[in-house]
């Protein structure tokens, strides 16, 4: 069951058409980067090294194989591809792939042999762990194919019998399967499976070149900067969602684990929203409702935006995000003291338990009303800013601890949509409070103070 608002869905919270861009940051920022055409085997060895990594909360994988083989067909005859852009973790010295994860996951898969065995258990790639197992599937199969005279049928069969196994465990671990790669035209089909080259043809294939971007920038809130520069490149055409660019940026971040595992599994929240955004905007909308809660307060019994910058959804989620990003250790080639080391955990152990106190507001939030809604149906689809407004309401009045126990359906039958005077500037830091301060004085209504 599916209860939102569409038109909200698609205007009101998602900024991929207008997002909000600190440009003053931007100016004040030392930005460097340097773009190289790197051959396809130099990328494949620093996926294997773990030198460049995924997002940890990424669009799933959506291409099919026929997607995969157009894009090789594309390097075959030297067509220009999309490059590929990278962003540098300072404290690990790593890569992070924000733009162009679909062709480099296609790439490597085509250049390993394998791919997805089911279309709907589509599992995020470990590019190091699946990399060691398969070179370790291709070393076997040398040993067959190089010396099966010295072999006995026992190790032949043995050697054999392993392999199997470890295209066993790569495809329990991520539903991946030896594939074959073809082009299909009117009249015939063409096998480009790497497998199936000869050694010269393999070669030139991993020669191909791709151009890739590195993005560095020199500033103690780099994380807030990189979000403003790919903000910047999807204004201009690319194609990936704020929360996207958000899930790559704030990359170990303690509150998107909790907002992760909640947006999966609760069942109140999935029934309201529906099947799973494939561009994170269910999980944009958990983030909005507690970036909105903590850059607010209740004056005078009149709830106001406390906000000291430029307000805007994406400026409070951006800076409401970054205080929530751990500290990495140093790798084993650099030097740190004991305290250093303590420091450090002792700081994520603090944001993780800060991370779990703002959680705790959605998981009571959404533990006060039933998830059973066969006894009553809604009256249309619910708003989102009548849900993030009833949120924000139950928040400052303190009635997430309250005790309260109510039909979800019923209740927000019993709202009157249209007194929320919803207008199409839904965003406006004006028409946000005058929204929720509306709320607030119908839950205090329904709701008194004992």
């Known amino acids: 069951m599916e209860l939102f608002e569409d038109d909200f869905k698609e205007n009101d919270l998602l900024e991929s058409e207008f997002k909000d861009i600190n440009i003053t940051d931007l100016l004040n920022t030392k930005i460097s980067y340097k773009t190289k055409n790197m051959d396809i085997e130099s990328i494949l060895n620093s996926l294997k090294r773990g030198?460049?990594?995924?997002?940890?909360?990424?669009?799933?994988?959506?291409?099919?194989?026929?997607?995969?083989?157009?894009?090789?067909?594309?390097?075959?005859?030297?067509?220009?591809?999309?490059?590929?852009?990278?962003?540098?973790?300072?404290?690990?010295?790593?890569?992070?792939?924000?733009?162009?994860?679909?062709?480099?996951?296609?790439?490597?898969m085509y250049y390993r042999n394998i791919f997805y065995k089911k279309t709907n258990e589509r599992i995020k790639i470990d590019f190091a762990d699946i990399s060691y197992i398969v070179d370790e599937i291709d070393e076997?199969?040398?040993?067959?194919?190089?010396?099966?005279?010295?072999?006995?049928?026992?190790?032949?069969?043995?050697?054999?019998?392993?392999?199997?196994?470890?295209?066993k465990e790569i495809e329990e671990k991520y539903n991946l399967v030896k594939?074959?790669?073809?082009?299909?035209?009117?009249?015939?089909?063409?096998?480009?499976?790497?497998?199936?080259?000869?050694?010269?043809a393999k070669r030139i294939l991993r020669r191909k070149d791709i151009e890739t971007v590195f993005v560095q920038c020199d500033d103690d809130n780099s994380n807030k900067v990189y979000s403003d520069i790919f903000k910047l490149l999807n204004s201009a055409g690319k194609e990936l969602s704020s929360q996207e660019i958000r899930n790559g940026v704030y990359y170990d971040n303690s509150l998107y684990d909790y907002i992760n595992e909640f947006n999966e599994k609760n069942q109140l929240w999935r029934r309201i929203y529906g099947g799973n955004s494939l561009i994170f905007k269910d999980f944009e909308y958990l983030l909005r409702f507690l970036s909105l809660n903590y850059y607010s307060e209740i004056k005078s019994t009149k709830f106001s935006i406390n906000y000291k910058k430029t307000f805007s959804y994406s400026n409070i989620i951006d800076d409401f995000?970054?205080?929530?990003?751990?500290?990495?250790?140093?790798?084993?080639?650099?030097?740190?003291?004991?305290?250093?080391?303590?420091?450090?955990?002792?700081?994520?152990?603090?944001?993780?338990?800060?991370?779990?106190?703002?959680?705790?507001?959605?998981?009571?939030?959404?533990?006060?009303?039933?998830?059973?809604?066969?006894?009553?149906?809604?009256?249309?689809?619910?708003?989102l800013l009548i849900l993030e407004a009833v949120f924000l309401s139950f928040s400052k009045l303190g009635l997430l601890d309250s005790g309260l126990k109510l039909?979800?359906?019923?209740?927000?039958?019993?709202?009157?949509?249209?007194?929320?005077?919803?207008?199409?500037?839904?965003?406006?830091?004006?028409?946000?409070?005058?929204?929720?301060?509306k709320a607030i004085n119908i839950i205090r209504k329904e709701f008194p103070k004992k």
Do not use: C
């Open 407 to 437: 039909d979800f359906v019923s209740f927000f039958n019993t709202l009157n949509q249209t007194d929320f005077k919803i207008s199409k500037s839904t965003s406006n830091r004006g028409t946000i409070e005058k929204r929720i301060n």
């Open 51 to 108: 030198d460049y990594l995924l997002p940890k909360y990424q669009r799933k994988f959506v291409w099919d194989r026929s997607q995969v083989s157009n894009l090789i067909l594309s390097l075959i005859k030297n067509i220009p591809i999309p490059p590929l852009y990278l962003y540098h973790q300072a404290e690990t010295g790593k890569y992070v792939i924000l733009d162009g994860q679909q062709r480099i996951t296609s790439i490597f």
């Open 179 to 200: 594939s074959e790669f073809k082009l299909t035209t009117e009249s015939e089909t063409k096998d480009i499976t790497f497998e199936n080259f000869d050694e010269k």
């Open 321 to 383: 995000s970054a205080m929530f990003n751990s500290k990495p250790l140093k790798n084993s080639s650099q030097q740190q003291s004991e305290e250093e080391v303590n420091k450090i955990m002792n700081y994520n152990a603090q944001i993780k338990a800060n991370a779990k106190e703002q959680l705790m507001k959605l998981e009571k939030f959404f533990g006060i009303f039933y998830d059973d809604f066969k006894d009553e149906q809604p009256n249309g689809k619910i708003s």
């Open 140 to 167: 076997l199969g040398e040993l067959l194919t190089g010396n099966s005279d010295e072999h006995d049928k026992t190790q032949i069969e043995n050697i054999s019998t392993k392999r199997k196994k470890l295209y």
